[in-house]
């Protein structure tokens, strides 16, 4: 099976291994029956997929590698029993396989003309590295991207990723940068996760005026 990058493959291997044997085994048929509907990687080894076994079930999930290790993954269904799910199994083996289109966009991710959620992929990377000019842009990017996410799944792992970015080291040395973020997928708020958002800026260390406007501009937007 392993026909591409063995450190990756083995990596692979490994969390699949962690995965429920029942789910492994819904992943695999997942994977024969050519449900990963969409897998692209970018050059520097991000891997986005969509992944829908029937009309009203479509799930995102992502995988970050540095080509041989795994650096985070995910998959947007409600499945929590355990961080791997049949979804993350099926896109696992069909990376293995080397069944991925290369994303043409990445010479340039300000200039990206791609599915939406790789976009948003992008930008949220270059924001991890960029200085502060670049940032106003790639924080651009991610709001059009929060905007123009059509589906409840797209909307929540966009979200799920943002959130997730804030509580990271380099995030947390820079709550300016944090704020920004949130504030650019604020499009995204709503009564049921508008707690998620306050957790965020609560972790924040410093924010000061900051903090307050954005609370307050997500309680409008929530609640009028
Ligand atoms: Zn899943």
Redesign the pocket.
Known sequence: MSTFLSPLCDTLDTLIALADPKVIQRGEDYHRGGVVRILRRSPDGRFAAE?SASADSS?R?FVKTDGGSILDYG?????DANPV????VAVFRAIQCGEFDETPYTEDWRTAQSDNFIIFTTALDALEHCNNTEAKAALDIISRCCLEAETPSERKIILERCLRICADSVFVKKPGLSVSLLRACAVLVSEKNIHRFYEALDGLKSGGQELTLLRQELSARVYG
Do not use: G, N, Q, T
Request: with cysteine; charged share 15%.
């Open positions: 992944v799930y999930v998959c947007d269904c409600p499945y799910c049949k979804h993350l």
